[in-house]
Structures are given as C-alpha cells and as structure tokens.
C-alpha cells in the first residue's frame, strides 16, 4: 500500500532498562507504529530511572515491600505483566550503567537499539537477572551489537556529553517515564493516559490529518518480528486484537513451523519465538 504524504507526527518517551513504565508502555507504543504503519515515527529518550537505589527509596518514600505494591498498580493499569519484586532480586543499585550501554547501541543502530533495550527490560524487570558482563555480552549479541564496543563508546569524553545532554532534557521537556510527548509541526502535547490506546490513537488522528489507521499484525508477524522477546500473552492480545483462545489456536499451529517456548514466570505466561 502506498505512503500517503502527511504532516510529520512523533511520539517521544523517555526510557530506562531498568524501569517498568518502559516495558509496560512499549507494547501501547508497537500498537500505534503497527496501527498507522510508519505514518507516526518514535523516538525513545534515554533517561536514568536509579541514579543510586538508596536515594531513589529516600526521595519517593518507598520500601521494599511498597515498591512491591506499586509495581502491582502498574500491572494491573497497564496489563502487561512483570515481576513486582525485581528491585530486589536483581540487587539493582543504579540503572545508569544499563542505561549508558543502551545510549551507546542507540548511537551506532537505533533500530537495533530498539531490541537491546527490550531484551535488556526482559532480563532485568521480567525475569529478575542479576547484572553480569556475560548477560550484557549475550543480550548485545542478541540485537547485533558488539558488547566491547558499547563499553569502549560509552567511556568516551564526548559520548558523556551526549549522554547527559539527552538525560538532562527529560526535565526540560516535561517528560517522565510515565507519559508520551506527542509532537507535530505546530504542537507538543503530553500525554499521561499512556495505557489508554483509544485516547492515544484519537489524539494522534485529531493532530495530524489525513492520517489512517492500517491493519493490526498476526501473531506470526508480531512473533518473528521480535525474535527472542519475552512476549507475554497480554501483549499478544494487545496487539492483534485476538481472544485468547485465538491466540492459543495461533500458537499451535506455528509451532509445526518455528522454534517457539512458552515460559512461565511469576505464574504469568510468555511466548518465545527462539531464533
């Protein structure tokens, strides 16, 4: 089908590997690049949700059994699971080293970037991996990327300006990990419904005309475009706009065909295409 020559529209969010809004909120995000099929671009922002886990709990008042309960909250709004208790399993301390290394595969390949940053949310929110240079060196391989060369990019003098520069403007935009900014030629819009898919694609379509809505992936085209994702079955439902029980008769059927897993963790089910 053919690009129709619109007004430019993008949806900007500020992102960290180590913050459930990213995970939450990407799968909303997907929906609306799927939905209008390349008509609205998206720009993730690299942010640093933990610049040190003693302050962070200092500043927000949170204990480890709180955090807990508000991770439930963001379960429930936005119905994509992950593992409420991964602050403390993963022993996190700062998300400025992840973050750092997804900032440096966005500078070499930002599509690339895209699957660094979720595989990255996988090991970390999802499954509670602890940090390692073996799990950084596997997942970069994972999304092409060569671990070595992050490391040596992000120890550069300018590459800190850079990445400073990008963090310190989440402020100045208004942003938080926890609202998109919709952008058009003429306006910037915040939007804090980030769970909201209706209320996002009516802003979207009252902003930027002669936009068109296009259709939603199949199962098979959403699983093999993310390879090696942790694709809950939420999302999947999201996504294709399916029942559950299509999305089951979906899966059986492609496993005669791909290498795919199901995993359950946290008593939550997850599709893995393996590659």
């Not at 499954?127 to 799990?135: G, N």
């Not at 060569?146 to 989440?170: G, I, P, T």
């Not at 090696?228 to 979906?250: A, G, P, V």
């Amino acid at each position: 089908m053919a690009k129709i020559e619109i007004p430019s529209g993008k949806i900007i969010h500020y992102v960290d590997p180590y913050c459930p809004w990213t995970l939450c909120a990407e799968p909303y995000i997907r929906k609306v690049e799927y939905e209008y099929d390349g008509m609205i671009k998206v720009e993730y922002r690299c942010g640093v949700a933990v610049d040190n886990i003693d302050t962070w709990f200092k500043e927000t008042g949170f204990t480890l059994d709180s955090v807990k309960s508000f991770h439930k909250s963001i379960i429930k709004k936005s119905k994509i699971p992950f593992d409420e208790a991964f602050i403390e399993k993963t022993g996190l301390k700062t998300s400025l080293n992840a973050s750092k290394l997804y900032f440096a595969s966005k500078l070499i390949n930002e599509k690339n970037s895209r699957k660094f940053l979720r595989l990255l949310l996988d090991s970390f929110v999802v499954k509670s991996e602890k940090e390692s240079q073996e799990l950084f060196d596997r997942l970069a391989k994972n999304s092409n990327f060569n671990y070595n060369e992050l490391v040596n990019l992000s120890s550069s003098s300018s590459f800190q300006r850079r990445f400073l520069k990008e963090v310190s403007s989440m402020q100045v935009e208004g942003a938080t990990f926890y609202n998109f900014i919709f952008e058009t030629l003429n306006d910037k819009i915040v939007i804090d419904d980030i769970f909201d898919s209706n209320k996002l694609e009516s802003i979207i379509e009252e902003n930027v005309t002669g936009i068109q809505k296009q259709s939603v992936p199949k199962v098979e085209e959403y699983l093999k475009e993310h390879e090696n994702e942790m694709i809950s079955l939420n999302e999947l439902e999201l996504i294709t706009e399916k029942s559950r029980k299509d999305i089951e008769n979906d899966l059986e059927k492609l496993r005669t065909r791909y290498s795919i897993t199901r995993e359950r963790v946290n008593d939550y089910d997850y599709i893995i295409l393996v590659k």
